[in-house]
Structure formats: C-alpha cells, structure tokens
C-alpha cells in the first residue's frame, strides 16, 4: 500500500533525470509545485464505527512518488509525524534523496527514533553513496535501508554495510524510454558486500535496460520486476517485502 500526503517532486541528483513520475517521458513531467493530496490524513481516517479504514500489521510506502523531507513540505509534516506515531501498528517505509534534510525535519519527540518507520536512503552510483551514506548513518534511526535505484555503475557499500547500521540493501535499475543500463554484475557486487556483512538483499527490478552475460535485453515495465525475480539472487531471511 502507497500513502502519499503530498505530490510534485523535482530532481535532486543524478537518479532522477528520467524519473518514471516526472521526468521527461513521465505523465506527470512539469509537476514540480508541491501540494498536499486528498489522502493527507490517510492512515487516520475512521469509519462510521469508529475503526481505522487502514488495519494494522500493514506496511505502508510513504511518499514513493514524491519526497518525505521535501522542504516545501515542511509546514506540513509534524502533522504527518503525528500520524505515523499514532498508528504503531503500521510499518511506515520513507524512501529519500534528501537525507541532508532528515536532521532539520524531525520532530521535536524523535528521540533515536519511531518503532514502526523504516528510513530508506537512495544512492545511485559511489559519489552519492559517499556523499549520503556517512550522514544517513549518523542519524538516530532505528530501521534504516539502502535503496541502489536506480543503479547507474558499480558501488561498493562495503565500509558502509560493515558498521552493522544498515538493515538491508535493495538494487534496481532505470525503468522509462531513456533508461540507461544495469549491469548485472553490478547487482551481483552488492550482493556479494551484503553476504560479507550479513544484511539481507533484494535485487527487486531489472530495469528497462539490462546487461546480463554481455548482452543487452529491453525489458517491458510489467517484466522487469520478474526478471529480477528469476535471477534467484535475493537473500531475505523471512523479511517482508514493500
């Protein structure tokens, strides 16, 4: 399930230059005011009898298609803290590109941190995994990830994934018209870094473009999550999936 209190996005680094939201090919190019949805208060909502319309045990993407720590959000997200901390019985996943802005936008009782938020932080090739990842970990969060997607060349996370900080790792390629390629061998290099530090991995889409033994295969969007299925690669020990 998708929750996304607000909408409009604009890039932020490299990652996003062919955005399946809005870049250039996107539905949703140009789209870059940000406005609050007619699902802000979402996980709150009540029927007639008085329940929640979101049950518990669910876990909840937020702001998938758009960004969290957007500070054009800013006026608006202690009252979205407020939610997330009433409904403990949801798991809430926040993926970023702005986890520069994560200090500045927390609330005043985050303490070292929420029990039911998943922080995931994006890195897209080495410069912005060195660029984010020693900031990433020096925050107090309890659940953190690591999000290669889309990935762009080969990382290497081991001195990252050594400090015992990251809970999982998941790599997907570039979906769209202009996507570029994903290696194969570099899903297969983090793999590898995830089972010398014992952190689960996910290698959750292949991407539009995907290089695999040399050869460059196009991909349909509805495939790519399958073909990665099928390289049987994922390490997941029982974790639940997003």
Not at 82 to 101: G, N, S, V, Y
Not at 106 to 128: F, K, M, R
């Amino acid at each position: 399930m998708n929750w996304e209190p607000w909408t409009g996005c604009y890039a932020a680094s490299d990652g996003c230059a062919n955005c399946y939201f809005y870049g250039p090919n996107a539905k949703r190019h140009g789209q870059n005011t940000i406005t609050k949805t007619d699902k802000f208060d979402w996980p709150i909502r009540k029927n007639k009898n008085g329940e929640y319309n979101i049950k518990g045990n669910k876990i909840l993407a937020t702001c998938f298609a758009t960004d969290f720590f957007l500070p054009e959000a800013d006026e608006w997200r202690s009252v979205a803290w407020a939610m997330i901390k009433e409904r403990q019985d949801i798991d809430f996943l926040i993926l970023t590109k702005r986890i520069d802005r994560f200090k500045v936008a927390l609330p005043d009782d985050w303490g070292d941190g929420y029990d039911n938020i998943n922080i995931g932080c994006t890195v897209e090739n080495q410069s912005l995994a060195d660029q984010r990842l020693p900031l990433f970990l020096s925050y107090p969060i309890k659940r953190r990830f690591i999000a290669a997607s889309p990935l762009l060349g080969e990382i290497d996370l081991s001195a990252y994934l050594k400090t015992g900080g990251i809970d999982h790792v998941t790599a997907s390629g570039e979906s769209g018209r202009d996507a570029r390629i994903c290696d194969y061998d570099w899903v297969l290099s983090i793999r590898e870094q995830c089972i010398n530090a014992g952190v689960t991995f996910w290698f959750k889409s292949s991407g539009s473009l995907f290089k695999q033994n040399g050869v460059v295969q196009k991909v349909n969007p509805f495939q790519q999550g399958n073909v990665a299925k099928e390289c049987g690669i994922n390490i997941l020990n029982g974790k639940r999936l997003f």
